[in-house]
């Protein structure tokens, strides 16, 4: 903790502990007043008790977010070396950590790289137009011809009713 979070923290701590006294000292005098008149109802706490009460929050809020330095631990198993943050770990090179993943064909950045604002929709369309071409020049030499009965090729016989009326 720096000399500064520690003097806010005594200002706020003194600011809070006058604050709840003078607040104390408010209801008691309510109560001696509600025993001798019965129109005490209309008084609230004064207000600089509430400003006090505020402004050692804030304090005691700013003095805790002062406080945070880098944490430092003591290894358990070592000679009683404290250890910073920051202090064994470097920042990680992306580019020589996902080689393996890169020669591999897996994208770790898979999630960012086809969201659809990064993905080119042509070249994706062309993919698909190139895969369908290929898919149904398999299927056609292998593919049973057009069933009499009903007047429907094998292809739209799978699909659902009301893809095969658009297809018409």
Not at 23 to 43: G, T
Not at 45 to 51: A, E, F, K, N, V
Not at 81 to 90: E, F, P, S
């Amino acid at each position: 903790m720096s000399i500064l979070s520690k003097f806010l923290l005594v200002v706020a701590i003194c600011q809070l502990v006058h604050s709840g006294f003078s607040s104390h000292e408010f209801h008691v005098l309510k109560k001696q007043l509600a025993l001798r008149n019965s129109d005490v109802d209309q008084l609230t706490l004064p207000r600089d008790i509430q400003l006090e009460v505020l402004s050692g929050l804030v304090i005691f809020t700013l003095s805790v977010f002062l406080s945070n330095d880098k944490l430092s631990f003591l290894l358990l198993p070592g000679k009683g070396k404290l250890i910073k943050q920051n202090a064994y770990l470097q920042e990680i090179s992306m580019n020589r950590a996902t080689i393996s993943n890169n020669l591999a064909g897996s994208d770790p950045y898979g999630d960012v790289t086809y969201m659809p604002n990064f993905v080119d929709v042509h070249a994706r369309r062309e993919q698909v137009r190139s895969w369908v071409i290929e898919h149904d020049e398999k299927h056609l030499q292998s593919e049973p011809k057009a069933d009499p009965e009903t007047k429907q090729d094998a292809r739209t016989k799978s699909m659902p009713m009301h893809t095969q009326k658009s297809k018409k």
